[in-house]
């Protein structure tokens, strides 16, 4: 007996649900709007029902195709559960490893050690994904996390390689070589945009500080690093970063309220599979030769706190 519906039917209609246009399920699907358009129509023919109403604003999904859609979602994640358990079950250091991380790390950290990595395992082709917004390891949008973070994802597997301390720092150009707390408000300050407005740092500086002498937000730590650097404000940043420019200064301790974490993250179904394996064991043994330097052993700190 053939089936009503094709695996590749659920992922039409599950595509057209989450773009809520045909052109969006075509490009997630990477097929052309017009076989979207008949897949869908044949599909409705075969099921006799409606699984979308069409309007100006988009596809929205009928109650039919809220059922399909819903069933549709668990077989994906079935497939994408046995895809991970096929993996994780692959013994040689080989094929494609994407990782997922941000673009202060890579700039300040991951570059020379995933350089280092791809000299030692030229068989394992490294996918970086860089972004301040993690990705789903579970859907196996990545294989592996390097995050600084306080609380990685319970459903995670992987090791905490190094505390993230932060401090107050100003370029030497402003002319201030210590900051008491009294005068916060009298300087203008650099802080981070709202995509980060959960980190600790940038919650004490609103706190501290106020929104108001923030004149500057910017949605990455690597810009606030070069925003701090050339001298448009005060900021806190990691002090692993700040140590690479020459003209930074500290004027504060480093603030036990809001040190980070750095994390090495993977899904418990890959941590055997030896791509995973060997990257992380590669990656932690790097880190932990820098560990010092990360956790500002050597840091020169200002007198006022």
Known sequence: MTPLVSWDDYRTVLAVSVARSLAGAAEQLG???????RRLGAMEERLGARLFERSRTGYSLTAAGEGMVRLAEKMAEEITDFERQLTGQDLRPQGDLRVTTNDTLVVHLLTPIFASFRRKFPEITLDVVIGNQS???????ADVAIRATNDPPETLVGRRLAAVPWAIYGAESLGITSLDPVDYRSHSWIGLGDNLSGLKPARWL????????I????????GLAEAVAEGAGLGLLPCFIAQTFPNLVPLSEPKQEFFGALWLLTHPDLRATARVRVFMDHVAAEITKRRGEIEGEHLSTAKAS
Do not use: H, M, P
Request: charged share 25%; glycine share 6%.
């Open 215 to 222: 004149g500057w937000k910017i949605n990455t730590v690597l």
């Open 206 to 213: 609103v706190q501290n500080v106020g929104e108001d002498r």
């Open 135 to 141: 990705l789903n390891l579970s859907k196996r949008d």
């Open 31 to 37: 097929v052309n709007q017009s076989t979207v358009f």
